[in-house]
């Protein structure tokens, strides 16, 4: 498929400046954010249900509002992820409806960073780069790593050095640069905010944020689709940035602007770890001001102190009337359990915040138990098992024969 472009520039969120596609991100007057723009009256013509339901299922069926002018170059069907219908969840909780939008099973590195890298590493390629660079909690390096192997591109990845072994191996596997950093994300942030200025390197979340944003927007857009072209009454969304948060209530609204969805009226929630909680703890205060943290948690892939796109998720979960709730380490396992046990699904860390926030605001009556509830599970449980290890009761082998297991049967009755 050959694509025309419907992006029409670059606009700064705060003062509206304008600027030419280009691997900027902040406004050089106000040094506010960027965000991509959009031709909506032409796309309004061209994009419609019946048009993205006969393409493939993938996050490029909504093309027309993802910045690429080409082709994308990453070659995996990325997104078009399940919206599983959570009964046994909506029974426990005594909800009307759950659902869980499952990133968990996201391709090709089993997270919703596969979206936004599909973006990046598509858009860096069309600027001319031929490295991509990322700082990452994890989930980032994995998808950077994954997907600039196979579009034949040179990869720098930098993380903090504590992360889970297995975040770690699924970077390490698909052989990048990757550099381990002795502190907190925020601080691998700053140096590569230093390295993006003086290397000519396409960073997918520092130069190229405001492309890499735009890839979040499918998450959102394939909600409204698989629940029949409606946006849900409630959302809760797991922040580390608090980007995918912004951008799935962008893709809503853009889907409204262009008629292929009702009035929204969704409630927008924010999930976090109590051990690196700077957005709630914005929204509880119902404060401006985002106070950066030093995270401690197990949440390990939300673990962003000073988020660069804070003020703004806490902005929409106010003016959505929704909330923000978060999570301890321990509620964090205990909702990981849960997920399993009702539904199935293996979340991360991330996953376990995600639902005990859902639990809590649904216990403190801010989500109505009369309504449509769609949880984001944004990653998956075997890249953090060392978060449930500790956790789960293994059982003790038996002897090879059917009197060893008959014994064992009484015990387990
Ligand atoms: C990165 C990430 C998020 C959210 O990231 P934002 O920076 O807020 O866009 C959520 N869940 C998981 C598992 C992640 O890796
Ligand atoms: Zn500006």
Partial sequence: MTMKTYVKSLRCVECGREYKIDPIYVCEFCFGPLEVTYDYERIKLDMTRQKVESRPHN?????????IDGDPVTGFDTGYTPLMNARNLARAWGVKEIYLKDDSVNHPT??????????????AKEFGFDTVACASTGNLANSVAAQSARAGMKRFIFTPADLELSKTINSLVYHPNLVTVDGNYD???????????????????????PFYGEGSKSLGF???????????????????????????????KELEKLG?????????????????????????????????????????????GNPADGYYA?????DTGGYGEDSTDQEIVDAMKLLAETEGVFAETAGGVTVSAAKKLVQSGRISKDE???ICITGNGLKTTEAVVDHLQRPTPIRPNMEAFEELLKKLQ
Wanted: with cysteine.
């Fill in 110 to 123: 089993l997270s919703f960073k596969d979206r936004v890298v599909a973006v990046a590493v598509t858009k």
């Fill in 314 to 318: 806490a902005k929409v979960t106010k």
């Fill in 187 to 209: 601080e691998v942030n700053r140096l590569c905010s230093e390295v993006a200025n003086k290397y000519h390197w396409a960073f997918v979340n520092i130069n190229i944020r």
């Fill in 372 to 374: 449509t509830l769609v």
């Fill in 59 to 67: 996050m490029w069926r909504y093309r027309e509002l993802l910045p």
């Fill in 260 to 304: 292929l969805v009702p009035t929204v009226k969704t409630k927008v929630f924010a999930a976090q770890a109590t051990g690196c909680n700077p957005i709630t703890t914005a929204i509880k205060d119902d404060s401006d001001v985002i106070k950066p943290v030093k995270p401690r948690t197990i949440a390990k892939s939300l673990a962003i």
């Fill in 222 to 252: 394939e909600i409204a689709e698989q629940l029949g072209w409606k946006t849900p009454h409630n959302i809760v969304v797991p922040n580390a940035s608090g980007s995918l948060m912004t951008k799935i209530w962008k893709s809503f």
